[in-house]
């Protein structure tokens, strides 16, 4: 079937400008998790979505980021007035959340946003 | 909060073994080992969950010790195919449903 997908793949801009960043996760998989990858470096836990809503944004870097989801559907990540410090790949994972049973993540290809 | 993972790298021959330890300082609840090679999404090993559940991974293993909150990825006559960079995550007891991943460790294989 199909797994998670991530538009755009590339995305450059200019210091200054908002972008958005799509995730369509794999069907009926409730839990919805963005992350932040500079180059070289780990995985930076941005926001978790279980359903619609948010229960944690406490990753999101300043109040130039936010995140929304249509049900369980696709979520879009959007940065305001983008700096370069911005600069990442931004990797969008779903999972089907079950209680004591444990789940695995399923990731995306990741958006890899310069910021010039 | 961010796990603690050792060694940050290792470089190896084919046919060899090797360990990755992952630590926290917050009690877990559970511990989940993923494989990400270059330009690539990450890719699920492993789940170790408190109480002994294990869902993973035929040809890796893992252990999961609770007291220690430790685990540790086990690697055995590595292959080509498992260059790659590994992270940890882990979910705290407190079931917030976040994983908050380690900077990850880089293997890689020599033929």
């Known amino acids: 079937g199909a797994g998670v ?8 801009t200019e210091k200054g400008k908002d972008v958005e960043l799509r995730c369509d996760p794999i069907s009926g998989h409730t839990a919805l998790y963005w992350y932040r990858q500079r180059l070289g470096q780990g995985l930076e836990f941005l926001i978790y979505f279980q359903g619609n809503s948010a229960p944690d944004k406490s990753g999101l870097p300043s109040d130039r980021f936010s995140a929304e989801r249509t049900g369980e559907s696709v979520s879009t990540l959007t940065i305001q007035r983008t700096q370069q410090e911005d600069s990442a790949v931004y990797l969008c994972a779903s999972s089907q959340r079950q209680f004591s049973v ?3 993540q399923y990731f995306g290809p990741g958006t890899r946003l310069t910021v010039t | 909060q961010q796990p603690v993972q050792s060694p940050q790298a290792v470089i190896l021959r084919e046919g060899e073994d090797a360990v990755i330890n992952c630590s926290s300082s917050k009690a877990l609840y559970s511990v989940h080992w993923y494989r990400q090679k270059h330009g690539e999404a990450p890719v699920f090993l492993m789940i170790l ?24 990825l086990y690697l055995t006559a590595s292959q080509l195919s498992y260059s790659g960079t590994y992270f940890c995550g882990t979910e705290y007891m407190n079931r917030d449903d976040k994983i908050i991943f380690g900077k990850g460790t880089r293997l890689h294989i020599l033929p």
Not at chain 1, 5 to 12: E, F, L
Not at chain 2, 49 to 72: P, R, V
Request: hydrophobic share 15%.
């Open chain 1, 5 to 12: 997908s991530q538009s755009p793949s590339n995305k450059v």
């Open chain 1, 102 to 104: 444990g789940y695995e």
């Open chain 2, 49 to 72: 969950l408190k109480g002994g559940e294990q869902k993973g991974h035929d040809k890796i293993s893992a252990s999961f010790n609770e007291k220690k909150q430790q685990s540790s």
